[in-house]
């Protein structure tokens, strides 16, 4: 079987899909680039294709359906990049690589810190050999109330990391689960909003939840609350988050994800004049930490999504049971 992989990085991609593709008898097309219609040509006889977070329309979706691919596989957890109805459409069956939940948590608690404890100040400053007081007073984690929202793999694995800090974690999802009632106490979204100190979003992005954060919600927040979101940009509206930001309301963020970061994030922009004025305005502020979606970049994350994604493909050919198939 073939399978056609694009975004392979060369740095930390390649050799891991080789020796999988090797182990697995699968025979791979590498390409660098994320797929378009230029390059829609290198999925030709491969029934299977493996992407990351590059978006997949509904026009993308028909050149590979023409070219005769049957199966999609993300190297991501999230797969909000894809359209699934024209997946549907044209009968591509579409399946992710949900790596452990570690890395993001761990990412998380560390925005978490570096949000309480004012770090991108420090950091500016001591590179600068600014080494005064005045501005970077912190607060401590064990004074604080921590809200999560959306308690699956993640969320669950952070509050079970902040349970050791000794901060009130309380919790928020559509499906309450026993098991993290030992760390947090659910409540209802409203009131997760007006008691949490720290808001930290863990839910896949939906029709339903899209600015799940905005105007009307932070006004029913704490002043000072501080937001942060390693789950998808498009849960917090960006013009309501800025004005926030402005007025004092919300008193610090960290984000991973952004609104709009598609084309943006994985690629080096240092030279070009970019069209995304959130997120300039966003990197512009001390109190906000902005980072380009790599809360997953581990080395376990890499190698975990190269080898599952591709045994995926390889459960997909031989018509066995897939448990990454999520369309
Ligand atoms: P999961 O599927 O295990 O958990 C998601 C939870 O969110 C579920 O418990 C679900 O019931 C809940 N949920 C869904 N809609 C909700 C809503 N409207 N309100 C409240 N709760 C809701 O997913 P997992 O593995 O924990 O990942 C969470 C998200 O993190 C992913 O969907 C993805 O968007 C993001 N992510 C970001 C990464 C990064 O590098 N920054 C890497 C991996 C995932």
């Not at 378009?36 to 299977?48: F, P, T």
């Not at 790599?294 to 897939?322: P, Q």
Request: aromatic share 8%; proline share 2%.
């Amino acid at each position: 079987m073939r399978v056609t992989v694009y975004n392979c990085r060369e740095f930390d991609e390649k050799e891991l899909f080789e020796r999988y593709g090797k182990e697995l008898g699968i025979e791979l097309v590498l390409c660098a680039d994320a797929p378009d219609l230029h390059n829609i040509c290198l999925a030709q006889g491969s029934e299977c294709v493996d992407i990351i977070t590059s978006r997949i329309t509904r026009e993308l979706m028909e050149a590979f359906h023409k070219n005769g691919v049957r199966y999609l596989t993300t190297r991501t957890i999230g797969y909000d990049h894809i359209d699934l109805d024209a997946a549907r459409e044209f009968g591509i069956r579409v399946g992710n690589a949900p790596y452990g939940p570690n890395g993001v948590a761990d990412y998380t608690v560390m925005l978490i810190l570096m949000s309480i404890r004012k770090m991108k100040r420090i950091m500016e400053r001591t590179n600068i050999q600014d080494y005064s007081l005045s501005g970077i007073q912190g607060r401590e984690l064990k004074d604080l109330t921590v809200g999560v929202i959306g308690t699956g793999r993640i969320g669950k694995t952070v509050l079970r990391s902040l349970s050791g800090f000794g901060c009130k974690l309380i919790a928020y999802d559509l499906y309450e689960q026993e098991e993290v009632r030992q760390y947090a106490a659910y409540v209802p979204l409203e009131q997760l909003f007006a008691q949490a100190d720290v808001i930290t979003l863990h839910t896949p992005l939906t029709e339903e939840n899209y600015h799940l954060i905005n105007e009307k919600s932070i006004a029913g927040m704490k002043d000072g609350v501080t937001i942060i979101n390693t789950a998808r940009g498009a849960l917090i509206d960006s013009q309501a988050l800025i004005g926030a930001i402005e007025s004092g309301k919300i008193g610090a963020a960290g984000l991973d994800v952004v609104e709009n970061e598609f084309g943006l994030y994985y690629y080096d922009h240092k030279s070009d004049i970019l069209d995304n004025r959130e997120l300039a305005i966003l990197r512009s502020f001390p109190n906000v930490t902005v980072s380009h979606h790599m809360a997953f970049y581990t080395d376990d994350c890499v190698e975990t999504v190269v080898r599952d994604s591709l045994l995926g493909c390889k459960y997909f050919a031989e018509g066995k049971e897939n448990p990454w198939e999520v369309a």
